[in-house]
């Protein structure tokens, strides 16, 4: 099949001709930039034989660049026509495993846990955050993820204490991953132009702050709780948090002797903070 994927012009006509009309609901904006293409392949770092998966192949404009980069790629696409057109592409090309799943029913423990050390996607937004978070708290995560998201949700990701982009899943990721944006999208470099400003992230997992499960389900779960009332002070907003609510005078001891704030709110701890609160917090639970 004879596809010029970096012309805007030449994929409108393509899917046209294929009635694939691009999808809001799945988030479905092809990238055209050869540019864009070759830093997210830069910024991957991957090599030859590094095992790599890659969630909402579209057209296979990454998935071309992945394999001509040497690695061994599994692609997922929910999309009937697009997985057709995939494997029509791809089909023959070694080291290259195209699956036809939804990326929200996967097994990322058992893909990862199978070798495969990177993600490198472009990103459906409609479900971009769910993914990351997914793959994140897998049994095995991956080592490093390469992604292309809204701008802000990437802001999201790596927002620090006191930032306004801070959530819990700010935190959740920064436990496991060292998070930078490396470069903004402009809507230009899509067919059909998204609404909003995309950017590269890099997550590298770090290894510095590794957690039992048992403990980091808690620690999740707690964080998740304080950010549910994100503009009350914590003594307020987890006094009604089901299993983990503690009176307001317990909770800003806890914060105390965690070097907050008492009148702290969640986005003001830092993740040293978060650590230290939910051991202390389990503990004050059991007694």
């Known amino acids: 099949m004879s596809l010029n994927l970096y012309s805007p012009r030449e994929i ?35 090599q030859p034989g590094t095992r790599v998966l890659e969630i909402g192949t579209g057209l296979g404009v990454l998935t071309e660049a992945l394999l001509d980069a040497g690695v061994e790629l599994t692609t997922v696409e929910k999309d009937k026509a697009l997985h057709a057109i995939l ?56 080592e490093r ?41 402009p809507p230009a470099c899509f067919v059909p132009r998204p609404e909003v400003t995309s950017a ?29 009332h994100r503009r009350k002070q914590l003594s307020a907003a987890m006094r009604g948090a089901g299993a983990y609510a503690l009176p307001a005078e317990r909770i800003r001891a806890l914060l105390e002797s965690v070097g907050a704030a008492p009148d702290a709110r969640a986005e003001a701890l830092t993740l040293e903070q978060w650590l230290h609160l939910s051991a202390a917090w389990a503990e004050a639970l059991r007694r």
């Not at 294929?18 to 392949?41: C, E, V, W, Y």
């Open 12 to 46: 409108s006509a393509f899917l046209t001709a294929h009635g694939i009309r691009p999808s809001k609901a799945l988030g479905q904006n092809f990238l055209t930039d050869r540019n864009m293409i070759q830093r997210i392949i830069d910024a991957a770092q991957v």
């Open 200 to 228: 590269v992230c890099v997550l590298q997992r770090h290894h510095r702050t590794e957690l039992p499960r048992a403990e980091a389900d808690f620690f999740r779960g707690l964080v998740k709780a304080a950010f549910l």
């Open 145 to 185: 993820m390469t992604l292309l998201l809204q701008k802000e949700v990437c802001e999201r990701f790596c927002a620090r204490e006191r930032e306004p982009e801070r959530g819990a899943v700010s935190v959740w990721l920064q436990q496991s991953y060292d998070a930078a944006i490396v470069r903004e999208v």
């Open 87 to 142: 494997c029509e592409r791809f089909g023959q090309r070694p080291h290259c495993t195209l699956l036809f799943e939804d990326a929200l029913r996967l097994d990322y423990g058992a893909l990862f846990g199978s070798g495969i050390t990177h993600l490198v996607s472009n990103l459906p937004y409609s479900v971009g955050t769910r993914v990351v978070v997914e793959a994140a708290t897998a049994a095995t995560p991956p």
